[in-house]
């Protein structure tokens, strides 16, 4: 043991790759600067004859910053400096904590310094691998999925190997795990795979069903004046999950660029969402009859804990020039909604709304009959009986799924389901090189329930957030013609996809003897 002038000690460079750079914004690194201070530097620095700091990088960083340390105890190691290399530097930092980050790096270092090759079985290189996880308690499950979430950074955004270690530790911060950030990784690469694919691809347009791409504000505006009927649609909810690559100004990801996108709902306040969702709807309200309705499907946000109430902005963003009038909040009850955790300090959110606007309250159309005679219509949603006039509740509520109420009848141009079916569509999608990447789609209902109670056959329905074309299906069913339009390419062919199926197969789907539609 020796001691030395910190001044003549020099730090190595492999170490801050594979641990950090020392920060004070480092919780580790501050609480060990707070220890030299009261106590010193406990532990002698493990350095070279040519007192590079093989061990102990971080000390020496506390040290130069206290002005009452001058010397350093120090152990010297019989290593000249053209032989330093990363597995040396792991070697000599073998007491360090270390995060899952900076154990995964020592992983890939052991992994080269054996020459482990992938389908090769490497006992030697297996066995210090296994060492260093169990020293460090964690599973090689999760150093995978670190490994491989390093490998998307590098193959698809274009990272340096030591740029997608740092964005790991930046991305895993906090309570965030490895698997979330796998997960969205993997999300945005088959985004991206479904924007390559859609390019080029063709939009499903017949003489009844329309699909387009792009900015809604801008297509309405080639739609005649008073053509449309109704208007239903779902707008992306206020900070929300983004649905497509297609539309983003910056195609990148964590601190190489802020990722960006034209889309609804990623705006930076409220008063901006709503100022861009009525550039949209204002819009459609030049192209609505006397006769038409709008039902838009809404959810509330809360920003600090404090309910920014949405609805209700919506509402009087829509009504405040007096050429339309709100007519009526219809809940959507949800059995299963997003968790929030208790800490949030209010009751679990569990409906969302669906706003219905007229253009007119006197000459607005309401259908009284929409279901068939005789026909039970879910009983979850309607309220009367055969003697009394049957009409749909303001309120969705699914029940428990039981065998009976699998047999309830339906009404003639309804959907028998309540949840759309994932696993099919999933299925249809993947056959035409695309993911389903939306699994939490807008139930068959809501647009049923608003297009049976205010449209005839042959009406015109559009819906400016068209999405994966659930509103276009039910106009399809209800005989209605259709227009979508999504600023998503990627969902523009999707929605394609799928409408184009079930008109090609919507025989199969016709109703049966119990006056029931599978689908």
């Not at 960083?61 to 152990?75: F, N, S, T």
């Not at 969205?184 to 390019?199: G, H, R, S």
């Not at 792009?214 to 009927?229: A, E, F, N, R, V």
């Not at 039970?376 to 049957?390: M, P, Q, W």
Request: with cysteine.
């Amino acid at each position: 043991m020796s001691e030395i002038d910190k001044h003549l000690l020099k730090p190595n460079s492999i170490t801050p790759q594979i641990y950090g750079e020392f920060s004070f914004t480092n919780y580790d690194d501050r609480m060990l600067y707070v220890s030299i201070v009261n106590v010193g530097i406990l532990e002698s620095l493990k350095v070279t004859r040519d007192n590079i700091v093989i061990s102990g990088n971080r000390r020496l960083q506390c040290a130069m910053l206290i002005d009452g340390i001058q010397q350093v105890q120090v152990e010297y190691i019989d290593i000249e400096e053209e032989n330093i290399d990363e597995y040396l530097v792991v070697n000599y930092n073998q007491q360090r904590v270390k995060d899952n980050i900076q154990v995964a790096i020592e992983y890939d270092i052991i992994s080269k310094k054996y020459k482990s090759v992938s389908g090769r079985k490497n006992e030697e290189c297996l066995e210090v691998r296994n060492e260093l996880l169990k020293a460090n308690n964690i599973s090689d499950s999760t150093i995978q999925r670190i490994r491989r979430s390093k490998k998307i950074l590098m193959d698809d955004y274009g990272y340096s190997k030591d740029e997608a270690w740092d964005e790991l530790r930046e991305m895993t911060k906090g309570k965030t795990s490895i698997n979330h950030v796998l997960d969205m990784l993997l999300e945005a690469k088959a985004e991206k795979q479904n924007d390559k694919k859609a390019k080029g691809m063709p939009l499903y347009n017949d003489n009844n069903i329309q699909i387009m791409h792009g900015d809604s504000s801008k297509h309405i505006k080639s739609i005649p004046d008073g053509s449309i009927d109704n208007c239903t649609t779902s707008p992306p909810y206020f900070s929300m999950k983004i649905y497509s690559e297609d539309g983003k100004v910056n195609k990148t990801i964590g601190r190489k660029g802020e990722e960006k996108t034209k889309q609804s709902g990623q705006e930076q306040s409220v008063d901006d969402y709503i100022n861009k969702l009525m550039n949209v709807f204002n819009e459609c309200k030049s192209k609505m009859k006397d006769s038409s309705s709008i039902f838009i499907n809404v959810m509330d946000a809360h920003i600090d804990g404090l309910p920014q109430r949405i609805p209700d902005k919506i509402i009087n963003a829509f009504t405040k020039k007096g050429d339309i009038v709100f007519n009526q909040y219809i809940y959507w009850y949800k059995r299963n909604p997003v968790y929030q955790s208790n800490g949030a300090k209010r009751f679990q959110p569990s409906l969302e709304y669906i706003l219905h606007f007229v253009i007119d309250p006197k000459k607005f159309k309401w259908r009284r009959n929409w279901f068939g005679k005789g026909d039970k219509f879910l009983a979850s949603l309607t309220y009367g009986s055969e003697k009394k006039e049957r009409v749909f509740r303001n309120m969705i509520i699914y029940p428990e799924m039981t065998e009976e109420s699998f047999e309830v009848g339906k009404a003639a141009g309804a959907i028998q389901t309540n949840v759309i079916n994932n696993s099919k569509l999933a299925k249809l999608l993947k056959e035409k090189g695309f993911k389903l990447q939306h699994n939490a789609l807008y139930p068959l209902e809501v647009p049923m329930m608003c297009i049976l109670s205010t449209t005839d056959k042959g009406d015109t329905i559009l819906d400016p957030y068209n999405g994966l074309g659930t509103t276009g299906i039910i106009a399809y069913v209800n005989e209605c013609k259709y227009l979508g339009i999504d600023i998503s390419k990627v969902y523009a062919v999707k929605s394609s996809i799928r409408i184009e199926d079930f008109v090609k197969n919507y025989s199969k789907y016709k109703l049966n003897n119990k006056n029931e539609i599978d689908f």
